[in-house]
């Protein structure tokens, strides 16, 4: 029935690379197995074609500013494969990166499966699904839109939930909103500065029609 | 065929006159004010005549920022939010949020000991919701391929299961009637009257929409064989509920991955068949919610005859709720859909992360694969039976 994620874990090893599978957690309630950002696509492949994981349920993006830094989220034991794929007991790196995190089962034996993919804040690419659950498709889209990772290998990578001229990516922590969008002033700023770029707007548009 | 089907060639070119006929696919915009787009969707869609040739959903009219909010405000505050997501199925929406911060809660060691008689007036709740937004469904479709009649007896169960819900919580759309850890009140006992009496009529009321729409011919050509989604799309696309099962995967997360107490009641989960037409087409999808209605009613009566006499509806809870860190994807069994919630706990008063799966959101999806292909009007009957909430899908 259920497989054991350790058996996943060592297929992936097998089929895909040697150190596919970056860190493999089993004291969750919901375990996870994370995997290198440019390996995603074919440990999906894997998954699908030969584990027999073929629904892909969610597509999630996670930003991890400011979790890691208080200590808190550290207390789990997480097992951590070295170059080499041999295990080495350490804790889960602490950095403001952004990890996008895929919820798959298998339809037959009803198995979910966490998947994740971590990457640095300041390169965000991490290798599409796409070609193995079409789920992916808008899933991924609005991870770029929310989080502004690159998929890479994505046939259609555009902003789904917001305007395609918008700026910046909203769900990122360190998001500031822009103060106008199409010379609309966006509510959510004090109402002192609002008033302020109105002034400034008005003013501006005064001088040119004086000119 | 026969000679009455002869087409008559009388743009057959003569002499010098013969030029090719230049043509090109036409791009529309349907939406995102259109009546059977069932809110602010636009599909931008090209056409050669009346055949679609591609499908592009555009979408994000709604959106209103949730997952955002959910990061300033606390578990408690969030429920409202979850409101404005399904909102013709508020109460199931509260009840995915609240069910997936219980269980955050529990795997992270501070456990919530939801009570019986809470339990129960969630499922009942939660069921009558689930009717009511079938039966909108059901409606709405009717009007989307020509029917009108069906939406007004529609509207008049849909307002008995409202009037329902006013006594309940006050509320008549947006109820945030389900809370972390039970429900916010008890119903009172002239609303369980109203619901005993509800279920014992409905059933009737169902043969009548049977009669009147489900076994119309017109209704039955305009669906059947139209927007076939089979079982491979369905499971690739992300499909869920009406429009998975009516692909004819046998699945509902309340019977296979049970949670809340649906294991205590016996009830069926309607598969499509292909009954009229293809298996998967738009007459399945419409088949099943009608199937479902009548399942709900079975749970409803179930569980009112098992409704302990009295209960506690709220489970104790720590003033302040605070979460150790830790990470859940709970998925419920919303009328459209599963509807999954991804938490993200870090210690602090407000989720760190809270990701909705929205069901819409991928049903919609399906329909750049299946829309190609089909007349214009097919498109409609076919958004239509994917069932859409806008609110969801933007969130």
Not at chain 1, 195 to 200: D, F, G, I, L
Not at chain 2, 212 to 238: P, S
Request: proline residues 5%.
């Amino acid at each position: 029935m259920a497989m054991d994620l350790q058996t996943i874990v060592d297929r992936l090893h097998d089929v895909v690379r040697h150190d596919a599978v970056v860190v493999v957690d089993t004291e969750s309630v919901q375990p996870s197995i994370t995997v290198r950002a440019d390996l995603v696509g074919d440990v999906a492949r894997c998954l699908h074609q030969e584990l027999g994981f073929d629904r892909l349920l969610n597509v999630s993006g996670v930003d991890h500013e400011g979790y890691d830094d208080n200590g808190k989220g550290k207390h789990r034991k997480i097992a951590k494969y070295a170059e080499d794929g041999s295990v080495e007991a350490v804790t889960e790196p602490a950095t403001g990166d952004f990890s996008v995190v895929y919820h798959v089962q298998n339809f037959s034996t009803r198995e979910l499966l966490t998947l994740r993919a971590r990457v640095p804040r300041e390169t965000p690419v991490v290798q599409t699904v796409t070609s193995v659950w079409s789920t992916a498709l808008w899933g991924e889209r609005e991870t770029y839109d929310m989080y502004g990772i690159e998929f890479e290998g994505h046939p259609d990578l555009r902003r789904i939930l917001l305007p395609e001229d918008w700026v910046g990516h909203p769900l990122r922590k360190d998001y500031e909103m822009p103060a106008r969008y199409h010379d609309v002033p966006l509510e959510g700023l004090p109402l002192s500065v609002r008033q302020q770029q109105e002034a400034e707007a008005e003013a501006s548009r005064n001088g040119g029609d004086a000119q | 065929m026969s000679d009455s089907n002869v087409r008559f060639e009388t743009a057959t070119p003569i002499g010098d006159r013969a030029k090719p006929i230049k043509s090109e696919l036409l791009h529309i915009n349907m939406g995102p004010q259109h009546p059977s787009t069932h809110g602010v969707l636009r599909l931008f869609i090209t056409t050669d005549g009346e055949m679609v040739h591609s499908v592009t959903p555009y979408i994000g009219y709604l959106h209103r920022c949730a997952e955002k909010i959910a990061e300033g405000n606390t578990y408690h505050q969030y429920v409202i939010y979850t409101d404005r997501m399904d909102y013709l199925a508020a109460m199931n929406c509260n009840w995915g949020w609240c069910y997936a911060v219980e269980k955050l809660m529990e795997s992270t060691g501070i456990g919530v000991e939801v009570p019986e008689y809470a339990e129960y007036v969630r499922v009942i709740i939660g069921e009558l919701n689930r009717i009511a937004s079938h039966l909108i469904a059901f409606g709405t479709y009717g009007l989307d391929v020509g029917a009108l009649t069906p939406f007004f007896y529609a509207m008049r169960e849909r307002e008995a299961i409202l009037n329902i819900f006013e006594k309940v919580c006050g509320a008549r759309l947006m109820y945030s009637y389900y809370d972390i850890g039970g429900v916010k009140w008890d119903i009172p006992p002239d609303a369980i009257e109203e619901i005993e009496l509800f279920v014992k009529l409905f059933p009737k009321k169902l043969d009548e929409y049977n009669r009147l729409l489900t076994e119309n011919k017109i209704f039955v050509e305009r669906t059947a064989n139209v927007g076939v989604v089979d079982r491979d799309t369905a499971i690739d696309y992300g499909c869920t509920g009406p429009v998975l099962r009516g692909a004819g995967v046998d699945w509902d997360l309340r019977r296979d991955e049970t949670y809340s107490i649906y294991d205590r009641f016996d009830f069926d989960v309607p598969v499509g068949t292909g009954a009229v037409g293809t298996l998967g087409d738009c007459w399945d999808r419409y088949w099943v919610r009608m199937e479902e209605m009548a399942q709900s009613v079975r749970i409803i009566e179930q569980a009112l005859a098992q409704l302990p006499s009295d209960g506690e509806v709220m489970a104790k809870m720590p003033r302040t709720l605070k979460i150790p860190p830790g990470e859940i994807f709970v998925r419920t069994e919303a009328p459209k859909g599963e509807m999954g919630f991804h938490v993200i706990s870090d210690g602090g008063p407000e989720p760190f992360r809270a990701k909705t799966r929205s069901p819409a959101f991928h049903n919609l999806h399906v329909i750049e694969k299946i829309g190609p292909g089909q007349m214009i009007s097919d498109l409609c009957a076919t958004i239509g039976s994917l069932d859409l909430v806008l609110g969801e899908i933007d969130r």
